[in-house]
């Protein structure tokens, strides 16, 4: 059961706004359904909840794919976010695993390589806008505060974690983005920079030992005065279904699926949350004549 959160909120009278998410249970599906090693989960985490911080501030149907295509082990990363706080992603090697960095912690960006981040918005009236940047350092926050400065030109600070155990579960996830609005001052500003530069024990740790979204919140911002405006409940979830994945079946063509039909069964695999569809050859004759 998920019961993870995403808040939404103001800061220093309104000066700046910042998005909170405890991502720990959300995670921890995705590593269960994708098999993965602590770095591949650590590097799919973090991709997942920027994600939801991304598209926290999206309407309705509205959607952000998130792309991270390096030349890493992992090959490549991909999470979607939507505004009701669904999200879903995998990677694509998802088995990777590398030593610990110096400090003792996974080398997401060792996993990730160089290569570039792609954030695509899919709005209500069926645009899509696609930005493309390069990678910084594939350590995923600060990949998404390169792109959020250079292609949409709003600075911000942004913390993403997660905690993987030796049993490779995920104790503790969650991300953290602040946003100087167009009112802050430059004493804002170093304050916000203060009080993240005094966090001594990273976000996921944070998420790990927090009972609930207050006190997480309350470690994170110290002294510094802030309002909660929105509440939402966040979790993973997959929008695949056998008869979408059959209309992939149709766009083989007919011969493709005859060979299919020879064969007597089908299957097929949704790359998002690695659910398992078998087609039977009575389903797959009526695919064939849609074909």
């Known amino acids: 059961m998920q019961h993870d959160e995403l808040w939404i909120g103001t800061m220093l009278e309104g000066n700046a706004r910042w998005v909170l998410v405890k991502s720990t249970d959300t995670v921890e599906e995705a590593r269960r359904r994708h098999g993965m090693s602590p770095v591949a989960t650590a590097a799919l985490g973090r991709l997942m909840t920027g994600a939801l911080i991304l598209a926290s501030s999206l309407k309705g149907e509205e959607s952000v794919t998130l792309r991270l295509l390096g030349d890493g082990p992992l090959e490549g990363v991909v999470a979607v976010g939507n505004a009701q706080g669904e999200v879903r992603g995998y990677v694509r090697e998802p088995l990777v695993d590398l030593p610990l960095k110096a400090s003792g912690k996974l080398d997401v960006g060792a996993a990730v390589g160089c290569g570039e981040l792609t954030v695509s918005r899919s709005l209500q009236n069926g645009e899509v806008y696609t930005g493309t940047v390069p990678m910084v350092s594939g350590e995923i926050a600060e990949d998404l505060v390169h792109y959020l400065l250079s292609s949409e030109q709003i600075p911000s600070a942004m913390l993403l974690g997660v905690l993987v155990e030796k049993d490779y579960h995920v104790a503790g996830a969650g991300g953290f983005l602040i946003q100087p609005l167009p009112g802050a001052t430059e004493e804002d500003i170093q304050a916000i920079e203060s009080q993240l530069g005094m966090l001594g024990a990273g976000i996921s740790e944070m998420a790990a030992q927090s009972e609930n979204m207050d006190e997480l919140l309350g470690h994170l911002m110290g002294k510094l005065s802030y309002h909660v405006l929105e509440r939402r409940s966040v979790g993973f979830t997959c929008t695949c279904s056998k008869e979408r994945l059959s209309g992939t079946l149709v766009s083989l063509g ?11 069964k089908a299957e097929m695999v949704c790359h ?5 569809f078998q087609f039977n050859v009575e389903e797959l004759r009526g695919i064939w004549e849609r074909a």
């Open 254 to 264: 007919k011969k493709e699926i005859a060979d299919l039909i020879a064969d007597e």
């Open 272 to 276: 998002f949350c690695n659910e398992h």
